[in-house]
C-alpha cells in the first residue's frame, strides 16, 4: 500500500493504517452502529487498513454497574470487571456485523484477545504490554478490525480487568501505538477541540491544531472531549490523535506532539502560535480549609499524608500567613468532589496529633483555567485574566500556575459567565456560534 503525505499539512496521511475510536454515544443503537460502520468501511474502500475500538452501547456501562449495586451492596472487583467488560463485547460484535452486511469481512476481539496486557488492578487497570498479534494477522488477511475497549488481560492472575474512565481512549492510543498506526482518531458528539466548552461559551472556536503539551493541561483542568490518559500515551508514544465528530465528515482537531508541531512552525514561515490555546472550566472539584494548623516545619507534610492515604487526589494548594500572634496558619486545597468525603473524615481522625483548629469543606467553587503554549514567550496573560475577572466583579478564592496555563478558583455560580468573560477578553470568540450535536462531549 502505497503512504502519501499531504504537502500542505505534513502530518496529514493520505492513504494509511488508521485507528478509529467511537464512544458510546456513537453507537447508542442499531441505526447510529450503522452509521458507524458505514463510516468505517468508506474508510476500508478508500485503501486505508481500519482498526476500530468501541465503547459500550449509550449507557450500558452505567446500566450494568447499577445492576450490580442491586444485587451486592458492594460487588466483588473481579465479578464487576467481567461483568462491565461485556458492554464493549455486545457493540464490537454487533459492529463486526453490520460491515459484514455491507460486503466488507470484519472479525472483533476482545481486549485480551487484542493483546491488551494490563497490570492486576481491577476497576482502573493500566496497560503494561501490547501485543496485538491477531491483530495485524487479520490486517494482513485484508479484514476490518473491531476491539472492545475499555479492557485487557493480566498474564499472573489471568483475569479480565477493566481500564477505568476513557478506557476506549486509551485502548485506542495503546492500538496506535503497538501497530505503528498513522493517526489514531477519536470520534465523539463534538467536532475537535474548541477553545472553550461550546456549552458554556457558545462562541467558542474549532482549533485546526493543539500540542499535546496544551492537550494535556487543558484535559486535567476539565476539558472532556480527550481524557488525559490517552493523551498522556500518545505524547509518551508520539501517537498522532485527530479528534472528530461521528455526525460530521468535516475535518477535527490534530493533537501534534513536538516534532510535528516544530514541522508546522516551520511550514508557516515562523508564524506565531496563538498565545492561548483554550479556557477550562472545571465544576467538579471541592475546597477543604484546615484552619489554625501550628506553623512549625513538617505540619503540611503530615496533612498532605493523611490525605494521600485516605486516597484523594490533591490539585491546588494555597497556605495563608500566619499570624505573628497565633504562629497558627491556614492551608486550603482542591481535590475532586468525590474524594472529598474520605478525606475530610481522615483529617478528623487525626486533628489531635495534627494539631489544627478545624476544618472547612466547600463545595460550591468552580475551577478556570487559561491554557497557552505561547504564555512562555508572552508578558501580560496573567493581567488580562486578573483585569476581565475584576470588571466582572468576581473574586479570585485560590490561584495556580505551570509554565503553560493558569488556574482561579472562583464561586461556582460565577464560572460560567466568568468563562465567557475571559475568553472574549483573550480574543478567543468566533464569528458565530458553535454547533454542539448530541450529547455531553463525550
Known amino acids: 500500500m502505497g503512504l502519501g503525505v499531504s504537502a500542505a499539512h505534513p502530518w496529514r496521511i493520505i492513504v494509511a493504517l488508521i485507528v478509529q475510536k467511537y464512544g458510546g454515544s456513537s453507537v447508542a443503537d442499531a441505526e447510529s452502529i450503522k452509521r458507524v460502520a458505514k463510516r468505517i468501511v468508506d474508510a476500508r474502500r478508500a485503501g486505508d487498513d481500519v482498526v476500530v475500538a468501541v465503547s459500550a452501547m449509550g449507557d450500558t456501562t452505567d446500566e450494568l454497574l447499577d445492576l450490580a449495586a442491586q444485587v451486592a451492596p458492594i460487588p466483588a472487583p473481579r465479578e464487576l470487571d467481567m461483568l462491565l467488560s ?6 464490537m460484535a454487533l459492529l463486526a456485523m453490520a460491515i459484514h452486511s455491507m460486503g466488507f469481512e470484519a472479525r472483533s476481539f476482545t481486549g485480551s484477545q487484542a493483546g491488551m496486557i494490563t497490570d492486576a488492578t481491577h476497576g482502573a487497570a493500566r496497560i503494561v504490554d501490547v501485543t496485538p498479534v491477531r491483530l495485524r494477522e487479520a490486517l494482513d488477511e485484508g479484514a476490518i478490525v473491531i476491539v472492545a475497549g475499555f479492557q485487557g488481560f493480566n498474564r499472573d492472575t489471568r483475569d479480565i480487568t477493566t481500564l477505568g474512565r476513557g478506557g476506549s481512549d486509551t485502548t485506542a492510543v495503546a492500538l496506535a501505538a503497538a501497530l505503528k498506526a498513522d493517526v489514531c482518531e477519536i470520534y465523539s458528539d ?23 503539551e496544551e492537550m494535556l493541561e487543558l ?42 508541531h516544530a514541522a508546522l512552525q516551520q511550514q508557516g514561515d515562523g508564524m506565531e502560535e496563538p498565545i492561548v490555546a483554550g479556557v477550562a472550566t472545571d465544576l467538579g472539584q471541592a475546597k477543604i480549609t484546615v484552619i489554625g494548623v501550628p506553623d512549625v516545619p513538617g505540619k503540611a507534610a503530615e496533612i498532605f499524608k ?17 499570624a505573628a500572634a497565633t504562629g497558627r496558619a491556614d492551608i486550603s486545597f482542591t481535590l475532586p468532589k468525590a474524594d472529598a468525603a474520605v478525606a475530610l473524615k481522615a483529617l478528623q481522625g487525626e486533628q489531635g496529633s495534627v494539631g489544627f483548629e478545624s476544618l472547612v469543606h466547600d463545595d460550591q467553587i468552580g475551577k478556570l483555567s487559561v491554557v497557552g503554549a505561547g504564555m512562555r514567550t508572552h508578558s501580560g496573560v496573567s493581567a488580562t485574566l486578573f ?16 509554565e503553560i496555563r493558569i488556574s482561579v478558583v472562583v464561586r461556582a455560580d460565577d464560572l460560567a459567565e466568568a468563562a465567557r468573560v475571559v475568553h472574549s477578553a483573550y480574543g478567543l470568540d468566533g464569528d458565530t456560534e458553535a454547533t454542539v450535536h448530541a450529547g455531553s462531549g463525550r
Not at 492515604?309 to 495563608?320: C, E, F, L, T, W
Not at 483585569?387 to 505551570?402: D, F, R, Y
Open 219 to 260: 484535559a486535567a483542568n476539565g476539558a472532556k472531549v480527550l481524557y488525559i490518559r490517552a493523551v498522556e500515551y500518545a505524547r509518551r508514544h508520539g501517537v498522532l490523535i485527530h479528534a472528530r465528530s461521528t455526525f460530521s465528515s468535516s475535518e477535527g482537531t490534530y493533537v501534534l506532539d513536538e516534532t510535528r
Open 190 to 212: 463534538v467536532d475537535g477541540i474548541f477553545t472553550a466548552d461550546p456549552r458554556i461559551v457558545p462562541r467558542a472556536r474549532k482549533l485546526n491544531t493543539v500540542t499535546t
Open 86 to 91: 461485556s458492554g464493549e463485547r455486545i457493540s
Open 306 to 322: 493523611i490525605v494521600a492515604k485516605s486516597g484523594a487526589n490533591v490539585d491546588m494548594i494555597v497556605q495563608n500567613v500566619s
Open 387 to 402: 483585569e476581565a475577572l475584576s470588571v466582572l466583579g468576581v473574586n479570585i478564592e485560590m490561584i495556580s500556575t505551570s
